[in-house]
């Protein structure tokens, strides 16, 4: 295969926005982080585990060119502190430990400093992908397949059965290939103008969006709040949001402002997103749950806290596709305002079934991490005994702190 990630800036843009703030906060901070892969009927061959362990070594042997850091520069919440560390910054293929076996054929570990480990996720999962239906796949078939669909999608967005309100790509990590993602990234910004009620804002992919001249898309992802909320072991990991907001804050005052609700329930945030936060945020995000209730939620909150909830944004990222997206868009449309990071259905789109694969941190400073969501199924740790103390940590402080 030729080599899959050939750019640093072919990342995930909240990884640079997270990355920037382990650098000046939490340096010394040390994680550990484990793929997996959900499907059941999945196993990676021999020929495929050589094959994503080659590119990750390839991945591996990239540095930032001097274009790549002038583009980061021009994003107005990137420091040039941080452009400077990232001038020096690789990855080390000496923090993986890739290998056969396990339920699916493939262990993948890394582990090292944060800074280094939370820049991995995005690309390896990438690799992962495009080496399976590589191997397991007629290529050209697929992609056949992959351009039909989103031609389709395309047209329902012209002739108004979409309607999106504002939108971006998020397929980055489960993409059908680099080439599929580009095609959609090229194709939904040259026939953005014809959209009737969508816009297409921007997408995940730092690489991509400097190539299209489109907006980087991402701010904060689960590893924040567990890394930043539990990482230090004197925490008590039920206000693990009040530690990543202020030190969200911290880094980026009322910058580039978009928190995620469900690392630890819902329900546990709002205890911590109260006026200052609600304030100074643009907006939040859903990634589980049913996005009905969970907007409701979010909404009442924001109005019993007398923040008109028409200037504040609901992201919606959660296994979205087009239809789902128009029926909350449509709902919520005149009660906030609405936007959408929408993934596999834009990146891979064919008649095979997807890899629904993840590489989740599951260890900081040594210590278990874990994220609780709002639905069973999304968590991910090795050790059901700190899941239980985290839940009883939670359901104390739901129950007995005192509401305000």
Not at 172 to 181: D, I, N, Y
Not at 313 to 324: E, G, K, Q, Y
């Amino acid at each position: 295969m030729e080599q899959i990630i050939t750019s640093l800036l072919c990342e995930d843009a909240y990884k640079f926005s997270m990355g920037q703030a382990i650098f000046h906060q939490f340096s010394d901070y040390k994680t550990t982080w484990t793929f997996k892969c959900r499907n059941k009927n999945v196993r990676f061959t021999s020929e495929m585990v050589s094959e994503i362990k080659r590119q990750i070594s390839l991945f591996c042997d990239l540095r930032f060119s001097e274009e790549e850091l002038s583009y980061l520069d021009t994003i107005k919440w990137i420091k040039g502190s941080y452009i400077d560390f990232l001038r020096l910054w690789h990855a080390r293929f000496e923090d993986f430990v890739i290998t056969e076996g396990g339920e699916c054929g493939l262990q993948i570990e890394a582990s090292g400093t944060w800074l280094n480990t939370s820049m991995y996720e995005i690309p390896v999962l990438a690799i992962v992908n495009e080496v399976y239906f590589h191997f397991a796949y007629d290529s050209q078939k697929l992609m056949a397949q992959f351009e039909n669909r989103l031609n389709a999608k395309i047209n329902g967005l012209i002739d108004g059965t979409y309607a999106l309100g504002n939108f971006s790509e998020f397929g980055l990590r489960r993409r059908l290939s680099s080439k599929s993602q580009d095609m959609a990234v090229r194709l939904l910004k040259e026939k953005n103008a014809l959209f009737k009620e969508s816009s297409f804002v921007g997408t995940s992919n730092v690489f991509l969006a400097k190539k299209y001249g489109v907006t980087p898309v991402g701010t904060m992802a689960h590893e924040w709040i567990m890394c930043s909320g539990q990482g230090n072991h004197k925490h008590n990991p039920a206000y693990s949001n009040w530690y990543a907001l202020d030190s969200w804050v911290k880094e980026y005052g009322v910058l580039n402002g978009t928190a995620l609700t469900d690392t630890i329930t819902t329900d546990c945030f709002l205890r911590d997103f109260q006026l200052t936060y609600a304030t100074l945020f643009s907006g939040v995000r859903h990634d589980s749950g049913d996005p009905f209730e969970w907007g409701e939620k979010i909404i009442h909150h924001y109005e019993t806290l007398g923040v008109n909830p028409l200037s504040k944004t609901l992201l919606f990222s959660d296994s979205l596709d087009f239809a789902r997206a128009t029926d909350i868009f449509r709902y919520f449309k005149n009660r906030a305002l609405v936007a959408f990071g929408i993934g596999t259905f834009i990146s891979n789109d064919t008649e095979e079934e997807p890899l629904n694969i993840v590489m989740k941190v599951t260890k900081c400073n040594g210590q278990d991490v874990a994220k609780i969501s709002d639905v069973s199924g999304k968590g991910m740790c090795k050790n059901a005994d700190y899941v239980d103390y985290l839940e009883r940590c939670i359901k104390w402080r739901l129950e007995h702190e005192k509401h305000i």
